[in-house]
Nanobody, 120 residues
Framework: QVQLVESGGGLVQPGGSLRLSCAASGSIFSIYAMGWYRQAPGKQRELVARITSGGSTNYADSVKGRFTISRDNARNTVYLQMNSLKSEDTAVYYC??????????????WGQGTQVTVSS
């Protein structure tokens, strides 16, 4: 099993910044990718950003140029730096880790979720 602990959410004004972190523990040896999804009322669940064990990154079009995902392998931790925040970024952000258990099969583990609210 993989345990994920998220931190860094909160209330911020438009144009402000937050940094989310996600620390993984447990059976982490086969994790292929980590990142964040977000879910807001009335909106489709969205993959915000991910980073693979090889260092490749992907971002949703809505956050490109504003968000940056990075990793600290020594601490088994992934960070999401969020700048120029907009009210549309308000959502619950869920950290995830993906394990490949066999060919064409993967398991996702989830953090507890952290609320990000952007409001004046």
């Amino acid at each position: 099993q993989v345990q994920l602990v998220e931190s860094g959410g909160g209330l911020v004004q438009p144009g402000g910044s937050l940094r989310l972190s996600c620390a993984a523990s447990g059976s982490i040896f086969s994790i292929y990718a980590m990142g964040w999804y977000r879910q807001a009322p009335g909106k489709q669940r969205e993959l915000v950003a991910r980073i693979t064990s090889g260092g490749s990154t992907n971002y949703a079009d809505s956050v490109k140029g504003r968000f940056t995902i990075s990793r600290d392998n020594a601490r088994n931790t992934v960070y999401l730096q969020m700048n120029s925040l907009k009210s549309e970024d308000t959502a619950v952000y869920y950290c995830y880790a993906r394990k490949v258990v066999e060919v064409s099969t993967a398991i996702h583990y989830w953090g507890q979720g952290t609320q990000v609210t952007v409001s004046s």
